[in-house]
């Protein structure tokens, strides 16, 4: 299985939107280098794995 995918493909992949990825980048909720990176030619990369670990130890709250 393929450890990093381009943006797109994740929304694909994870039914995702833009907007939630850019909330969960801007908020910190994601870090980079752990569940994205930006590489030099400026496309965004998602790891898979980290996103897994991530859903995995997720517990919503209510405000």
């Known amino acids: 299985m393929l450890q990093w ?3 797109n493909k994740y929304y694909d992949l994870s039914g995702d939107t833009a907007n939630a ?3 969960k ?3 910190g909720i994601w870090k980079e280098g752990c ?3 930006k590489a030099a030619d ?3 990369w998602i ?3 980290e996103v897994n ?3 995995a130890k997720s ?3 209510y405000r």
Request: charged share 30%; proline share 0%.
């Open 5 to 7: 995918v381009k943006l």
């Open 21 to 23: 990825f850019y909330h």
């Open 25 to 27: 980048k801007s908020k």
């Open 35 to 37: 569940e994205y990176r």
């Open 42 to 44: 400026g496309v965004i």
């Open 47 to 49: 790891n898979l794995k």
């Open 53 to 55: 670990n991530f859903a």
């Open 59 to 61: 517990i919503y709250k």
